[in-house]
């Protein structure tokens, strides 16, 4: 790739493998030190194609899921199956690496926007606005970035759109599925919640077993199953399907109790304990 070349969204090679080398060589330790990544089924992305996959994950922070899916991605496409050894990986980054994120969210600050310039396909949300509940049609701009994303590489995306448990998936990623027909990898994450600070930026406590389940893809009917089916199958393969309610661990319930007192206690001060995404 030549010093000018661009990816479809305006963003020079050049700059964003040198963003993914100094963002991977800054947070490995998060993934391989301070706290530890238990991978499993990475042998999957060894056999995707190059462009036209779209992997779909619960959610638990705003950016260390992410960032810990460019470890894994980049290291399995460098030998290291279910392994983030040897921070080599990064020196040969795969640059068709796209996450679907809250345009507002990326505006946050110039951290947002540093990895925005990454990778990220930024779009408004059809639910929520500044901590407000809202409806309004979904912009055919964003489902046209989202299938130029598809059709250049790999495209992440958290079908809840946010990072609270449980949450129904949203019907835009399954008329995704059915109008662009990508390889759905599902990918099944834990621990980063109990690591992290919300955004993932902070490390909130060490020592935690973080785990990245990968799944092989997922079977549709793109022609003529339903959106309905599409979605119930999404939740089921990624571990969000209310059934799934039932086997819950108590830690994780626990948790879930603590953060719902906290956005209790947060409404009444005053502040906007909602989720930014």
Excluded: C
């Excluded at 980054?93 to 930024?122: C, D, F, Q, W």
């Excluded at 008329?175 to 109990?194: A, E, Q, T, W």
């Excluded at 973080?210 to 009917?221: A, G, H, N, Y």
Aim: glycine share 6%.
């Amino acid at each position: 790739m030549g010093l000018f070349k661009k990816d479809p969204f305006g963003h020079y090679f050049f700059l964003k493998k040198w963003l993914i080398r100094v963002m991977g060589l800054l947070t490995h330790r998060r993934y391989r030190g301070f706290n530890e990544l238990k991978i499993e089924g990475s042998e999957v992305i060894t056999k995707l194609p190059e462009k036209n996959v779209l992997f779909i994950s619960n959610h638990q922070t705003y950016f260390a899921d992410v960032v810990a899916m460019y470890h894994v991605f980049n290291a399995s496409l460098h030998g290291r199956i279910d392994s983030i050894k040897n921070i080599g990986y990064l020196w040969d980054p795969k640059l068709n690496i796209y996450y679907i994120a809250a345009k507002e969210t990326m505006k946050e600050g110039l951290h947002t926007r540093i990895m925005a310039y990454g990778g990220a396909v930024s779009v408004e949300r059809t639910w929520r606005k500044a901590g407000k509940n809202i409806n309004r049609q979904v912009k055919m701009s964003d489902i046209t970035n989202i299938g130029k994303a598809l059709n250049d590489g790999w495209v992440i995306t958290f079908p809840q759109g946010t990072t609270t448990p449980w949450k129904p998936i949203r019907k835009g990623t399954a008329h995704i599925i059915r109008k662009y027909k990508p390889v759905v990898v599902p990918i099944v994450i834990d621990g980063f919640r109990r690591s992290f600070d919300k955004k993932g930026m902070r490390i909130k406590k060490r020592g935690i077993l973080q785990s990245m389940v990968i799944k092989k893809p997922l079977e549709f009917d793109y022609e003529n199953e339903p959106i309905d089916s599409i979605i119930e199958k999404m939740e089921y393969a990624i571990e969000q399907h209310p059934s799934f309610l039932k086997v819950i661990p108590v830690e994780e319930l626990k948790l879930q109790e603590e953060l719902n007192e906290m956005r209790r206690y947060s409404y009444k001060e005053g502040e906007n304990p909602e989720e930014k995404e």
